[in-house]
Nanobody, 129 residues
Framework: VQLQASGGGLVQAGGSLRLSCAAS????????IAWFRQAPGKEREGVSC????????YYADSVKGRFTISRDNAKNTVYLQMNNLKPEDTAVYYC???????????????????????WGKGTQVTVSS
């Protein structure tokens, strides 16, 4: 059972990256998926979240209008499209899965570590000015 985040890299300010979160050993169909990030010297913070159905999405204020979360359950993968990147977006990005079955989720639940069932290994995003 594993979650793997990928797609990070070095990009100039204003550029774009698409992160992927792929699951192996289990299906993401019944999981809400959240993206977190942690910058050096800072606490981990929730960035975005998508319900198991994909019908609800949530974003931190700092990324609204720039980031888009989506999921393709057929590919067992969740994506985070990041546009207009800023240097302050530099961080290690992690995806995480919360088993919610067909129920919805909330921003609070999605980004509360105690509800997370699986954490993925992070992927580094570096935005140069």
């Amino acid at each position: 059972v594993q979650l793997q985040a990928s797609g990070g890299g070095l990009v100039q300010a204003g550029g774009s990256l698409r992160l992927s979160c792929a699951a192996s050993g289990f299906t993401l169909d019944y999981y809400a998926i959240a993206w977190f990030r942690q910058a050096p010297g800072k606490e981990r913070e929730g960035v975005s979240c998508i319900s198991s159905s994909g019908g609800a999405t949530y974003y931190a204020d700092s990324v609204k209008g720039r980031f888009t979360i989506s999921r393709d359950n057929a590919k067992n993968t969740v994506y985070l499209q990041m546009n207009n990147l800023k240097p302050e977006d530099t961080a290690v990005y992690y995806c995480a899965a919360d088993l919610t079955y067909a129920f919805g989720t909330t921003w609070y639940r999605c980004t509360t570590p105690q509800h997370i069932d699986y954490w993925g290994k992070g992927t580094q995003v570096t935005v140069s000015s």
